[in-house]
């Protein structure tokens, strides 16, 4: 009886340590992800018209983060402009980001394209933030949104 309880216990704090984001702070300089060349990387601003034209776009872009999933930094937001943020997931779940990117400025690689968001998805990204109950609850329509697939993220200055 108490090797199942140990070993339930084990499993336990194994499972809380992964789901667990990265450590770090998120310093100038930090790379998650692939290596990638960050010189002049468009302006976030830019992907609204860049994208209306197109369906899908490569593009390395300039911005400031927003948000990270707190369970295990999978996701990200980031800023485009006063009524638009985007949101980043991580090419196939290769690598992740510490909570301390949140309000760093960030070069990304990768694709965007938009994207309708079900009320299902929005609770779940809003459950992972750590959003409150009510406002939870307040999500009830589909959100049309820019998406981002990342393959790499720079901390820069």
Same mark, same amino acid.
């Given at each position: 009886m ?13 499972? @809380? *340590? ?9 310093? #100038?300089?930090?790379?998650y ?19 209306? $034209?197109?369906?899908?776009?490569? &593009? /390395? ?5 927003? $948000? ?8 990200? /937001? ?5 009524? %638009? ?13 510490? #909570?301390? @990117?949140?309000?760093?400025? &960030? ?6 394209? &938009?994207? /309708? %968001? ?19 609850d307040?999500? *009830? ?9 990342? %393959? ?6």
């Amino acid at each position: 009886m108490k090797k199942n309880i140990f070993t339930f216990l084990f499993l336990a704090f194994v499972l @809380i *340590i992964k789901a667990q984001p990265p450590k770090g702070n998120a310093k #100038l300089g930090s790379l998650y992800g692939l290596k990638f060349n960050a010189e002049k990387p468009l302006s976030a601003s830019e992907i609204p018209s860049i994208l209306k $034209d197109k369906d899908t776009v490569e &593009i /390395t872009v300039k911005a400031k983060a927003l $948000d990270a999933c707190s369970s295990k930094g999978c996701w990200l /937001t980031f800023y485009i402009n006063d009524s %638009t943020n985007a949101f980043v997931k991580m090419n196939d779940y290769s690598f992740f980001v510490p #909570l301390a @990117i949140i309000g760093k400025n &960030i070069v990304l690689k990768g694709k965007s394209f &938009i994207k /309708t %968001t079900s009320v299902s998805e929005l609770k779940h990204y809003a459950e992972d933030a750590n959003k409150s109950q009510k406002e939870i609850d307040e999500i *009830i329509n589909d959100k049309k949104e820019i998406r981002f697939i990342a %393959t790499g993220i720079l901390v820069v200055k």
